[in-house]
């Protein structure tokens, strides 16, 4: 499976491969459970809907994460 990059505005970068979801540049975490993670990035309000979700690394401007998604709900900022 080829990485596909869903989001790239200002600084933020949201890309999937093999399950895995990297997001750089995030702003702020709000929220984080099995089933649902949610972020502020610069350009959006971003959830992530599924299965088994796992963080597999945290950092300053990183965030990984494995999983089955099933939805990603973008609600754009101003």
Known sequence: MEKR?????GESV???HNNKIL???????LFI???RVKVVTDAAE???????????ALEK??????????Q??????Q
């Open 14 to 16: 949201l890309s999937i």
């Open 5 to 9: 990059i869903l989001l790239h505005r």
């Open 33 to 35: 459970s099995a089933n």
């Open 23 to 29: 997001l750089e540049h995030y702003e702020q975490i």
């Open 46 to 56: 971003i959830e992530f809907v599924g299965e088994h979700i796992q963080v597999l």
């Open 61 to 70: 401007n990183e965030l990984l994460m494995e999983g089955i998604l099933s």
């Open 72 to 77: 990603v709900r973008f609600q754009h900022v």
